[in-house]
């Protein structure tokens, strides 16, 4: 028995080693998004800056928009902030929701790296992150005028992202409505949305 | 032809590692002392190579040689010479380079000053060192070659170098941290040379020790100016995230700092021999993990480098490969080498037992947080992520109890304590603590009593190392005389002890009684944050060598008299657009006066009002004084002469030999 237990550490690694083997094959980016093609969840959550005001579904924007989680404790969203900033000075409308944060602390930051969202929600406990079936901060999802997400990228926006991305249906999300346009698009632009 | 040169120079690197492995190991079996002695040339003659891999690798990139991919991608031509020269690390292929050369000055090292290893250890040793060296040497040769050519479209500039990297602390933050990671390699040479002889002494730990503990000082240091550069380059002022890469970095450190304190007890004791081998086994084991996480691309990280499955498989199939055979080497031999031996439970062996428990328990705890969403993912669990306040969650309890064992540690003997002499000793360093804790709040504007708990840990380290020294030198008959008596390792225990305190107390005030206020400033607004008058002259502009900067003035003073004046920048960085925050910082003992350059409120008009954040950051540098003092302690310990002594024992008693044949 004392002689099993010196292969303790052996077998502990092979299941360690099994578990990479497949860690490599899986892509962090990419996550099954249960919530593709359906709308964004009910949600009701104070204004970051301003917990008066409590923000809600309804309050999104009208047209096809982005959502960002982001949070101060993510040094990947330090990365992406920068490029927020530029989409949001093309008139990209960016909707934040803010993980897991300290009020204060995600005010800080907005002043400091510069505000590019409409407007942050405070998700303090998660609960709107797990409804939208979020893993970790940065996350964006593309949503259309009826509230409905369309396409989600895991990770940092970047230029890369955007413009092979997001941008070829945020553009067409501006004139059309998704169904008239989402037939001809191709499978590995879909795919890459999921 | 250089870069060429650079190549081959490698392939010979690889064809010496080669021969490193096998022969001596081989020699050492069939007691052929010439293919023993084969191992010392050979372990030179690979360093020698990788250096002029190395050489080559950053000639090209002080010629702005951009027919090579590497120097094309991490350097122009604008960029200063010094970080030209460190810009050789700045990516994946020439960290890896880097490495490499660090690994091969490691074996290069054991070779010259193991001399007086008996033979047969000596040549199993570097035959291990052979062999992981040859796992680097295929990784670098077949997956990540800085040497590849751009032919024959050479670009006629290159991308910059991160501008994030273009900072004096990236230039000794990874080779100090590379030395730590490496350095493990050699105990673990230990480990599997003892393994296969079947024989662990107290002798063999004294060997090993010293080596581990230079490993686990430059460690230390590598990830206290890898802290020190995020608080001061990122601009915010923080400076610990829990990043998988950091991550990476502390496991290793954490297994290192017990595989320490568990070689101590192994050399004085003859005990936990096993648990020592296994100690060594993961400490080496967690720096290739670390490598794997951050270079394959299973885990997101800002740090991590190019990712390619590619390598991941590489590392991967390296990790198992080591790992796999040591830990089955481990399962089958270690029986050989154990011992058993009682030890009262008041005993000093019981305190380091509890060390060794809480920092392999917190070890796992970050590769648990590290690992979680990538096990989750694997299982279809779902994607999970794990923050920080996971971590702190755990880490900070955990730790509470570590430290407060080491200052009951430091009191208790070996074998056995009488409870009574254990009471009395704890008994002053534990009053002097509370007395301090209590106290130093009212120091500051408002008392906290959870500054009071962390005062107190940080405190009762400090007191109860002091308290040691000083009943050491009790029955001595001068004082002097009494720390004359005790070894360098005492004093380098103590000092990474006390270092370790100072840490403590300086992450606790940091935590507690920062102040940071966000404000709008024009030219000739005044503010005051923490008793400190922050005076605005407004926004110029500046210009750098590669970059163009908005530079704020902002004179500081304190009851009127000035204290400092501080130049935080706004960078743009020519080449990649990369807009970047240098913050000002005033260093202090006591505080840091920290400011950082927001954005112009009115985006069109920089010399109208901007968003600046000042920060009054309590005792901040204590903790990287204490990580210091920790790394001081550990080269203080090597120095110890009981390490020269064994060699000249050992020279003696072999010239007996030779005398007596």
Known sequence: MSRLKLFLPLIIFVALALLFWRGLFLNPQEMPSALLNKPVPEFSLEKVADNKQVMQKGDLPKGPHLLNVWATWCVACRVEHPYLNALAEQGVPIIGVNLKDDDSAAIKWLDKFHNPYLFSVADRDGRLALDLGVFGAPETFLVDAEGTIRCKHVGIVDDKVW????????????SQRWDAFAGDLSDSLISRCQ | MIPELGHFALIVGLLLSLALSILPIAGSYSARPLWMEAARPLALGVFAFVFIAYVCLTVAFIQSDFTVNYVAQNSNSILPIYYKITAVWGGHEGSILLWLLIQAGWAAAVALFGRQLPPELLARVLSVLGMVLIGFFLFIILTSNPFDRTLPFPPMEGSDLNPLLQDPGMIFHPPLLYMGYVGFSVAFAFAIAALLGGHLDAVWARWARPWTVVAWAFLTLGIALGSWWAYYELGWGGWWFWDPVENASLMPWLVGTALMHSLAVTEKRGLFKSWTILLAIFAFSLSLLGTFLVRSGVITSVHAFATDPLRGSFILGFLAVVVGISLLLFALRAPAVSARSVFSFRSLETFLLGNNILLILIMAMVLTGTLYPLVADALNLGKISVGPPFFNLFFVPLMVVLCLLLGMGVRANWKDSRWDKLLSAWRLPFLAALVVALVWPLAFDHYH???????????????????DIVSKTRNAKSFVAGLKRQRASYYGMHLAHIGLAVAVLGVVLTTVYSVEEDLRMGAGDSHKVAGYDFDFGGVRLAQGPNYRAFEGVIHVSKNGKPVAELYPQKRNYFSGGNTMTEAAIDTGLFRDIYVALGEPLDRSNPSG?????????????WIWLGALLMAIGGGIAVADKRYRKARAAREASLSGNLAAA
Do not use: H, M, N
């Open chain 2, 609 to 621: 009002d901007w968003a600046v954040r000042l920060q009054y950051k309590a005792f901040v540098v």
């Open chain 2, 449 to 467: 009593w959870g500054a009071v708990l962390g005062l107190f840990i940080g405190a009762w380290v400090f007191c109860a190392s002091l308290a």
């Open chain 1, 163 to 174: 413009q092979t991305k997001l941008q070829p249906l945020y553009e067409k999300l501006k």
